[in-house]
């Protein structure tokens, strides 16, 4: 074991941590990540202390391999970046950066100071960056590259006893920041770690403390309960601490109500939790994970999971309230709901369109088309006005022989198309209202010249134009 000394103001040499070797604390360095070991080892030639931190040291230690490895430097955000071009700042108020390699994200903190209390933001050094953690086993340093473990506040020693032991003192460290009582329950849950009986006591006197914390973060902390794979256990230390009332008012009310809604409670986060062993491999999403929390609510609800066009907006109203005062991501929630519904063999946002009443109907079937006087023909060229047509049939029908107007646009665009004349009379003239188009074959020109000759065009064109119906060139 090895010992980190550091100058005091008065110039005096004291030892501030340990460092223990790999013999010591016997970290596999095979389950480091290879990109995390890389952005320490770029941050290092670039003349900068970094460190693995926080949960994934502590899972290193109890032979685990972390899901997700945070780094700690004394660079700051501005020099981060510069460091990776593929990187990128997050923050207002915490700014810190996000290293991306791959799939794979990678959160790089710099150093903080004490010198505002342990909420503080300003830029400090590592010996008071391992002060301001909430617990010890969260405030230990690693360095893969030399294989060391740093220890400024004891860590190792409560983690290999299995001790959840702060380092802010108790009469603060809840004050300044009430989620960390959600955080102590969970790291205990996850670990198997026992919590003293002072920081038990500590946590019932501050419990109300909670109700004043930020709901972006409870819903932060909410998901990751749900994702932890011990989210019954953890669910329930919160319901016995008295603090699940902050964080999900609804669902305490809800357990209470009568015992067997807390049984199908916890039956149904066991066996969310119970799916990172059945489903190894799989991307566990959030939709999935609130589904499971929704489920004993919404089925106890009646009425509400039904083939109805409004039931999934109903269960979207019920899951908003139950959840309340939680954030949760809308398009996850939408998603969760869903899979409910699915589950019953529901689908309400791929329901197939029932057909109107006058959909699927061919013209014949939807019989005449009202017509008033004065309306354009649909054969007519030019926005030329008609009259309805002079015949037997009632008024406002069309003559026998005579098309749609859809109908006769459709067979006007194909012939365009293919060079043909327009649909109408001889010589490609539109036919008068009233009167049935000749057949193909006897469509010819008085000419004898091709429909497709520069003088059959204009000859066209010139008839076309003639104001007088019954002027030379007109439609016989």
């Excluded at 502590?58 to 004394?74: A, E, H, M, S, Y």
């Excluded at 015949?391 to 293919?418: F, T, Y």
Aim: hydrophobic share 35%; with cysteine.
């Amino acid at each position: 074991m090895l010992i980190r000394y550091r100058k005091t103001d008065e110039g005096k040499v004291v030892a501030r941590a340990l460092v223990y070797t790999a013999d010591e604390h016997g970290i596999d360095p095979a389950k480091v990540d290879f990109d995390a070991r890389r952005i320490i080892e770029r941050l290092r030639e670039s003349g900068h202390e970094a460190f693995i931190v926080g949960g994934a040291v502590r899972d290193l230690l109890l032979g685990r391999t972390p899901k997700d490895f945070d780094i700690v430097t004394d660079a700051e955000p501005a020099k981060i970046k510069r460091v990776f071009r593929n990187a990128r700042v997050i923050g207002r108020r915490f700014r810190l950066v996000h290293v991306y390699a791959g799939p794979k994200i990678f959160e790089v903190s710099t150093f903080r100071s004490i010198a505002n209390g342990t909420i503080g933001n300003e830029y400090g050094c590592i010996d008071e960056d391992a002060l301001r953690r909430d617990f010890t086993c969260n405030a230990l340093y690693y360095d893969p590259l030399q294989q060391q473990l740093v220890d400024f506040v004891g860590g190792f020693k409560h983690v290999k006893s299995r001790r959840i032991v702060p380092v802010i003192p108790l009469k603060s460290i809840f004050v300044e920041d009430p989620v960390r009582m959600i955080r102590c329950l969970k790291y205990a849950a996850t670990t198997g770690f026992r919590i003293p009986l002072r920081t038990r006591w500590a946590i019932k006197r501050d419990s109300k403390l909670l109700a004043e914390a930020s709901s972006s973060r409870l819903t932060e902390e909410f998901l990751k309960i749900l994702a932890s794979g011990r989210s019954a256990e953890i669910l329930s230390g919160l319901e016995g601490f008295g603090l699940l009332g902050h964080i999900v008012p609804a669902c305490v009310d809800f357990a209470a109500r009568d015992g067997r809604n807390k049984s199908a409670l916890l039956a149904s986060l066991a066996e969310l939790d119970g799916l990172d062993a059945a489903a190894a491999g799989r991307e566990r999403r959030l939709s999935l994970l609130i589904s499971h929390f929704l489920k004993p609510w919404i089925e106890s609800l009646t009425g509400v999971i039904e083939d109805r066009p409004e039931a999934f907006q109903e269960a979207l109203q019920q899951a908003r309230t139950y959840l309340a005062p939680l954030n949760l991501p809308r398009v996850e929630l939408e998603a969760a709901v869903l899979v409910l519904f699915k589950k019953r063999g529901l689908s309400p946002l791929e329901r197939p369109r029932r057909p109107g009443p006058e959909r699927g109907r061919t013209a014949q079937d939807r019989g005449p088309v009202a017509r008033s006087a004065g309306s354009r023909s649909p054969s007519g060229r030019g926005g030329q006005l008609v009259a309805p047509a002079a015949s037997g049939a009632p008024e406002g029908a069309i003559p026998d022989g005579q098309e749609s107007a859809d109908a006769s646009k459709a067979r006007k665009r194909r012939r365009g198309r293919h060079g043909g004349s327009r649909e109408g009379g001889g010589n490609g003239v539109p036919a008068k209202p009233g009167e049935t188009a000749p057949p193909a074959s006897e469509r010819t020109n008085e000419s004898g010249l091709s429909r497709t000759s520069g003088a059959a065009r204009r000859r066209r064109k010139r008839l076309r134009k003639s104001p007088d119906p019954g002027s030379e060139g007109s439609a016989q």
